[in-house]
């Protein structure tokens, strides 16, 4: 019955240092988690940052310049810069596109959040 006893105190001693361990191991994660939450945030914020400083740079252009630049553009990309910039900016750059570049840019446009859903 000793030998029970000791084995039995031995597996719970085992344990207990075991459920330590992962203690430690869930708290330096969750620690690691955080890390990485605030450098995704701070990258996010800083492509933001990025992204609405070249919106700016485009709504101040020339629009005939402004519509050369983004005929070159994929339609994708262009859309997501002329769905940021204020409207009659973006309107200036549409009108000096080619007809197939503004049509193209404007399914891109329409399109965007079609299948996001309504509630």
Request: charged share 25%; no cysteine; glycine share 4%.
């Amino acid at each position: 019955m000793k030998l029970e006893e000791d084995a039995l105190r031995d597996r719970q001693a085992a344990i207990a240092l075991a459920n330590a361990a992962l203690d430690r191991r869930l708290q330096d994660l969750a620690a690691a988690e955080d890390s990485l939450r605030a450098t995704v945030a701070m990258v996010d914020g800083a492509a933001e940052d990025d992204l609405a400083r070249l919106t700016r740079v485009y709504e101040a252009m020339k629009p005939a310049d402004a519509a050369a630049l983004f005929e070159s553009m994929t339609p994708d990309f262009a859309a997501g810069f002329l769905a940021r910039m204020q409207p009659d900016a973006a309107a200036a750059v549409m009108s000096g596109l080619s007809p197939q570049a503004a049509y193209a840019i404007s399914v891109v446009v329409a399109g965007r959040n079609a299948l996001a859903p309504t509630d």
